[in-house]
C-alpha cells in the first residue's frame, strides 16, 4: 500500500514519489527526502505506483526497475495512457545492467545505479524540479553535512555493504 508524507517544514517542497519493493529503501528515502522539506509518497509494487501517480501528481518519480507487478510493456502502456504521468520525469533506480527498453523510454533521465549515493539522488530531484524551493537547497545541505561528517565516504543504500563490488551479472550481493 503506498503512504505519503509532507513535509513539516515546507509544503512548497517537489513531490516525489519513490516506488521501490524494498521497504528498508523505501523507508530510508522517506526519511531522508521528508527531512530535506520534501514531499513523499511511496509504493512498492508497479499498480501502486500507476494509483499513487494518478492519486498523488507527483513531480518526479525514483522507479526501481525490479518490482512486484511492473511487467515492464503493460506498464508503459499504462504509462502512457495516463495525461498526468506523461508529464512527470521517471527515473529508473536499479542494480541491474539491463533495464528493459520500453521503461528506459519512458525516461528521458540516465538511470541510477545501485548502490547509490544519497546526494545523487538529490542532485537529480533538483535538476528536474527547479521551481522547488527545497530541492536545490536539500542537495547541496546534504552534502555540506555528509563531508562534514563522513570525510567523502559515501552513504550506501541498504543491501550494499561499502567496498563490496557488483557480481559481473549486475545483481545485488547475497
Known amino acids: 500500500?503506498?503512504?505519503?508524507?509532507?513535509?513539516?517544514?515546507?509544503?512548497?517542497?517537489?513531490?516525489?514519489?519513490?516506488?521501490?519493493?524494498?521497504?528498508?529503501?523505501?523507508?530510508?528515502?522517506?526519511?531522508?527526502?521528508?527531512?530535506?522539506?520534501?514531499?513523499?509518497?511511496?509504493?512498492?509494487?508497479?499498480?501502486?505506483?500507476?494509483?499513487?501517480?494518478?492519486?498523488?501528481?507527483?513531480?518526479?518519480?525514483?522507479?526501481?526497475?525490479?518490482?512486484?507487478?511492473?511487467?515492464?510493456?503493460?506498464?508503459?502502456?499504462?504509462?502512457?495512457?495516463n495525461p498526468l504521468a506523461k508529464r512527470v520525469p521517471v527515473v529508473l533506480v536499479s542494480a541491474w545492467h539491463e533495464i528493459p527498453e520500453s521503461l528506459r523510454a519512458l525516461s528521458g533521465v540516465a538511470p541510477i545505479a545501485k548502490p547509490f549515493d544519497l546526494t545523487e539522488i538529490l542532485d537529480v530531484i533538483a535538476r528536474h524540479c527547479p521551481s522547488t524551493p527545497n530541492a536545490r537547497r536539500a542537495a547541496t545541505g546534504l552534502a555540506r553535512r555528509r563531508s562534514a561528517r563522513e570525510l567523502g565516504t559515501p552513504r550506501r543504500a541498504p543491501g550494499w555493504p561499502a567496498g563490496r563490488a557488483r557480481s559481473a551479472g549486475g545483481t545485488p550481493p547475497r
Open 1 to 81: 500500500m503506498s503512504r505519503s508524507r509532507r513535509a513539516a517544514t515546507d509544503s512548497r517542497g517537489a513531490h516525489v514519489l519513490v516506488a521501490d519493493d524494498d521497504p528498508a529503501l523505501r523507508d530510508l528515502l522517506l526519511d531522508l527526502l521528508v527531512g530535506e522539506g520534501l514531499r513523499v509518497t511511496t509504493a512498492g509494487n508497479g499498480d501502486e505506483v500507476l494509483t499513487a501517480v494518478a492519486d498523488h501528481a507527483p513531480d518526479l518519480v525514483l522507479l526501481d526497475v525490479r518490482m512486484p507487478r511492473l511487467e515492464p510493456d503493460h506498464f508503459a502502456c499504462a504509462w502512457r495512457a
